[in-house]
């Protein structure tokens, strides 16, 4: 590269040595664009030399000064002629140090055996750690089989996980498996004829079925890997027919049987009371309680209480909140939860969480119409009663081998289950992914102890009872509260390190 440095050459009076003449520039002369020395003024320019001064020719030699900078290299005086210098190497930057923990790749699930006859609608994971729901069809012929049974299964599976009615199984999606069983009736519709199960009305608003051969049918076509949690049959009927019992039934062409489907499973799976009063539905029922309402009886149901002071302990931690939605956005659910007259199909001496909910008035799309706080805590006990946080590790717990180099926790659903992990003691990561690596914990020399800990990250909206113990009328199969112990589980693992 070359620059022109004549902002930096300054013309000085130059004395010579008397062999050598020189002249000043003229006015049309250019200064210098480079250091090199200028030529005798004579010979290089064609001006005559001027006859030599006596003074001129008697001095003796001197030191020629030369001009500020011409031998010196100032910092903007790179060599003209030559290449500039290559930058100094840069030193090669090392790999940023390894994270101590990262997410894991969601495990590929194997195929839902549901049986010969079954329909996987929900493939939420291994059998053995899931709620496994199985629906049996009754009324459905072989016409209607593939095509109305499917949409009245579609029907209420889709107010239960895209609703906010339907919460909290929108949450827990991936911790129950659903089957249907596509079983063929002689006939097609509920009254029109033979069908499976022996559908049909079983009193006022209720449906019945035969529940010996639910049973036998269960028992013969379902695989041994398949342990049933939670069973209904849908009947191929728009009446308003429905039961909540170890075996739910609802009506599948029913403009409300996704409803209705909802509700019954309150009763059939979750052990919820009905809400509703004797004289009337939601807020029919009745006011606020206040301080002259009668004490009434306790029974097992968690969702109602005889006690308007206390509500016998089943949902004071709840008093005076106000329930959120779980989808976003947020619009609410049922409001205030306090205590309000009527539930049980009592007008008084009867009282319920909110002013209505779920089991309360199911009808239409209204937020009101979800699970209470009181019942969807519940809900969430029920689920944890079949399932624990953790489906697998690798390596399995115990003493690890030498050449590991991680270990892995698979959870049933990271956004639902959080990981803490310790070393020794020590909390070294909290809601962490579910991989640690072994070359980032810098273990010294010996043994170590290492521990994943996982478990639900409900918040006080959804679960505020976290004793793992009942209300002491809340007993038997009512009692759900105990499952909440589930949601937290360990493994530890002996890490030894040379």
């Not at 030529?39 to 005559?48: E, H, N, R």
């Not at 031998?71 to 930057?93: H, K, N, S, V, Y």
């Not at 946080?389 to 390596?395: A, R």
């Not at 007993?475 to 390190?497: D, F, I, K, P």
Request: aromatic residues 6%.
């Amino acid at each position: 590269m070359k620059r022109r440095l004549s902002s930096l050459l300054i013309p000085v009076a130059v004395l010579v040595p008397s062999e050598l003449s020189c002249s000043s520039a003229g006015p049309d002369s250019e200064v210098p664009s480079g250091p090199e020395p200028a030529p005798p003024s004579g010979a290089a320019s064609g001006v005559p030399e001027a006859p030599a001064t006596p003074a001129e020719t008697e001095m003796p030699a001197a030191e020629v000064p030369t001009a500020a900078g011409a031998g010196e290299r100032l910092p903007d005086d790179i060599a003209l002629d030559e290449p500039e210098p290559a930058p100094p190497e840069q030193p090669t930057p090392s790999a940023p140090p390894a994270e101590l923990t990262t997410p894991v790749p969601p495990v590929e699930l194997r195929p839902l055996d549901c049986g010969p006859d079954g329909w996987a609608v929900e493939n939420a994971g291994p059998p053995s750690n899931r709620v496994n729901y199985v629906i049996l069809a009754d009324g459905y012929d072989a016409t209607s089989v593939n095509t109305t049974l499917e949409e009245h299964v579609r029907f209420a599976l889709d107010r239960r996980f895209n609703h906010e009615s339907g919460e909290p199984y929108g949450r827990y999606r991936k911790f129950v498996n659903i089957c249907v069983m596509k079983v063929v009736s002689q006939t097609n519709g509920i009254g029109n004829g033979p069908t499976a199960f022996d559908g049909g009305n079983g009193g006022d608003r209720l449906a019945r079925v035969n529940n010996q051969k639910v049973n036998a049918y269960l028992d013969a076509n379902l695989p041994e890997t398949l342990e049933v949690d939670w069973r209904a049959v849908v009947l191929n009927q728009a009446l308003w027919e429905n039961t909540g019992a170890a075996t739910m039934l609802w009506s599948g062409a029913n403009r409300d049987a996704p409803g209705a489907a909802l509700h019954e499973g309150g009763h059939g799976f979750h052990q919820l009371a009905d809400e509703y009063c004797a004289t009337g539905t939601g807020a029919r029922c009745g006011p606020a309680a206040g301080d002259g309402d009668p004490v009434g009886d306790e029974f097992a149901e968690v969702n109602s209480s005889g006690d308007p002071a206390t509500t016998g302990g089943k949902w004071d931690l709840w008093l005076g909140s106000v329930q959120k939605g779980l989808k976003v956005p947020d619009q609410g659910a049922t409001g205030v939860q306090g205590v309000f007259s009527g539930s049980r199909y009592l007008d008084t001496g009867q009282y319920r969480p909110t002013s209505n909910s779920m089991m309360n008035s199911l009808f239409g799309d209204n937020v009101n119409t979800s699970f209470n706080s009181v019942s969807r805590e519940q809900m969430i006990f029920s689920i944890w009663r079949a399932v624990r946080p953790i489906d697998s590790t690798d390596p399995p717990g115990g003493v690890v081998a030498p050449e590991a180099t991680s270990l892995t926790v698979h959870v049933v659903d990271p956004a639902v289950i959080d990981i803490d992990w310790e070393i020794d003691g020590t909390l070294v990561a909290e809601k962490a992914g579910g991989r640690l690596n072994l070359a980032a914990a810098a273990l010294t020399p010996g043994n170590h102890t290492i521990v994943a800990r996982a478990y639900d990250n409900a918040t006080e909206d959804l679960v505020r009872s976290r004793s793992g113990e009942c209300p002491d009328d809340v007993t038997g199969r009512y009692c759900h509260a105990t499952a909440w112990l589930n949601s937290m589980q360990a493994v530890e693992w002996t890490v030894t390190t040379p």
